[in-house]
């Protein structure tokens, strides 16, 4: 995989679940990963903020794809576990930009810290999760 970004690429071949969500990877590389989401009235709950469970979907997703850029070829990875904090509302009408960072890249598990932004800057959650890495199925 080239070190250049594939934000084009990804944004092509995302998963079908991210593009319903309607995530935009901006920049990515295998060692960050940066992308953002329209915040609609179909992402928020009651009132008109940003679901905690649309923030943790967009996360595990650029979580996913640090797993994937970061793993031998014909692997698979899978979330093991995930954990948010949430600090601050991101309202209907802003975009969550997010940021994603490598922890620990091991063989078979590594951690990805993904931070989430409102528009004036400030942090609004920040997710942890564990990816396992299945070898290629024979």
């Known amino acids: 995989m080239t070190d250049g970004n594939l934000?084009?690429?990804?944004?092509?071949?995302?998963a079908p679940f991210a593009k319903l969500m309607g995530v935009v990877m901006t920049n990515v590389t295998k060692t960050r990963i940066e992308g953002e989401l329209k915040v609609t009235k179909d992402h928020?709950?009651?009132p008109?903020?940003?679901h905690g469970g649309a923030i943790m979907a967009l996360a595990d997703n650029m979580g996913g794809i640090g797993a994937f850029l970061n793993m031998p070829e014909g692997a698979i990875t899978t979330t093991v576990e995930s954990k948010?904090?949430?600090?601050?509302?991101i309202p209907m009408g802003q975009t969550?930009?997010?940021v994603t960072?490598?922890?620990?890249i091991g063989r078979q598990l590594q951690l990805w810290k993904t931070e989430?932004?409102?528009?004036?800057?400030?942090?609004?959650?920040?997710?942890?999760q564990t990816q396992i890495i299945?070898?290629?199925?024979t």
Do not use: E, S, Y
Not at 7 to 14: E, H, P, R, S, T
Not at 84 to 89: Q, Y
């Open 7 to 14: 934000a084009a690429m990804l944004n092509k071949n995302n």
């Open 44 to 46: 928020c709950t009651i």
């Open 48 to 50: 008109d903020n940003m």
């Open 84 to 89: 948010t904090n949430f600090l601050r509302a």
């Open 96 to 98: 969550a930009k997010a």
């Open 101 to 104: 960072t490598p922890v620990n």
């Open 116 to 128: 989430i932004f409102r528009d004036d800057g400030k942090l609004a959650a920040i997710v942890t």
């Open 134 to 137: 299945l070898a290629p199925q």
